[in-house]
């Protein structure tokens, strides 16, 4: 197949994206059910090697080195969750009194089980795309040199597949054709590590209280309109909605549009604007669960912060003393990983914390996980040298360049580039695990994928 014919294909692809987001419903508020198309532009138009050279205080500087770390792509609803579906249905349809809502009598549950928590054809088509997009914008350091890039996944389906696919997307952008898949390497020591955190198991996983301000949101006064209003325009009778309920019609609206682009189902029972609001409830959750909530979900970012300032250090080392490095590595793991990393770097971080009592206040927040963390999010780091001429190049002769779901973000000098040594890399690597999370005399439990 020629390259013209690839960049046809997705170039076609792309137009269904775009027209996947004009109709009644907005698509950029579904919170960690947000497809990566949904809230980001992945059809602006790119050239080639626009992230290769970089002019820095007046120097030119060429990338050596690209970091990723990923959640992976858009993913088939949980096995509970298609249960709760059809449990829904089940309760809703005898009691609806509204032939608006008719579909609840017909509607039929297509969500493979077997498929549950796997990677989602608009998963793949996510990772294709920013592939695609990435090894175009880096061609010339990755042409050559796609062997020699470091894969890394979680154990599960749906992150050994993001890497995949993002490869394939990779090698279309380098060698204008799709390759033959790579096999990650799984760790999920540096992916999963929340999994073998005590401290967060203890104070955080296991603990209601810690999700309180979730619990006083969803039986605030915001919330419980919206539960009157949805149960009023069902008609329901002999029945009544609870929180859990409204989630779930939330969360089947994002799967039905994701799997079928229908809009005309359950997403038709909400408004935009009730969606908001059940999109800061479900904000107020992932601050406390994975955010700046608690403290330890910053701490615990310690393996996968580690990893990356490790990699960077030797690929320095290796590139100034001539020996052999590796181009890029790609981290594909979950929202926790990519979250826990952005609080260890301070991004969207707002003056004040999300609470039951400030939706207002905080409409313009930072921490909106539809934006930041939605489906295939991604933090990427790009090293670049800027010796020119004889010698070697010693450390301050390297910069540093963040980019978060595409888009410049600002490291900790104020920039998005900045000098190596001037960012805190290089203390990063000190921190140590066990310590943060208060494993010692602990017996390592069994992890599940
Ligand atoms: C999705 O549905 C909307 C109408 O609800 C339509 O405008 C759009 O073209 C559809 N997108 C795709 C990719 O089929
Ligand atoms: C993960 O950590 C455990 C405990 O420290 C160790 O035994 C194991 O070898 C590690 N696995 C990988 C893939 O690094
Ligand atoms: C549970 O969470 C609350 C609120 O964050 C905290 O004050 C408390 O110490 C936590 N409990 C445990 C056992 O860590
Ligand atoms: C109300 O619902 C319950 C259970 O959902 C059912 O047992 C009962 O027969 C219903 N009553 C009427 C009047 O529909
Ligand atoms: C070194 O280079 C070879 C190709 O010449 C590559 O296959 C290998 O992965 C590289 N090793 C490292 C550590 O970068
Ligand atoms: C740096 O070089 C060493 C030894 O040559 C190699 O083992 C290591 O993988 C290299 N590191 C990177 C990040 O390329």
Known sequence: MGSNHCWFMLSLLLLACISARVDGVKRDILSTKTSYFWSHDVTSPITKDEYTTVNFNGRKCTAVHVNGIFRHGLRYPSAGDMQDMTSLQNKLAPNVRNAKYDFLKTWSNTYPTEKANFLHDMGKEELHIIGSRLGKRLFSLLDGNMDNIHFVSSSTQRTKASAQEFFSGLSLGVRDAPSTAITPQINNNLTRYFDMCK????????????????????????????????????????????????????????????????????????????????????????????????????????????????????VIHNHSHHLNYSVAKFVFGHSDTVTHLANRLGLFRDQQPLLASNYDAMKNRKYIVSHTTPFSANIMLVLYNCHQGNGHPVENDYILRLLVNDKPEALNCGDSICSYVDTEFQNIVGCNFDDICHNHNVIPGVIVG
């Open 199 to 314: 401290l967060y198991t203890d104070s955080v996983d296991t603990n209601i209280t810690a999700l309180k301000e979730y619990s006083q949101f969803l039986t605030g006064e915001l919330f419980r309109n919206v539960i009157l209003a949805n149960a009023a325009r069902l008609g329901l009778t002999n029945s009544s909605l609870s929180a859990a309920d409204i989630l779930m019609i939330y969360k089947t609206c994002a799967a039905e549009l994701a799997s079928y682009n229908r809009s005309d189902t359950w997403c038709s029972i909400q408004t935009d604007d009730e969606r908001e609001i059940l999109e800061y409830a479900s904000d107020i959750e992932d601050y406390y669960l994975r955010g700046y909530g608690v403290p330890i979900n910053t701490d615990m970012a310690c393996p996968i912060a580690k990893d990356l300032a490790n990699s960077i250090a030797q």
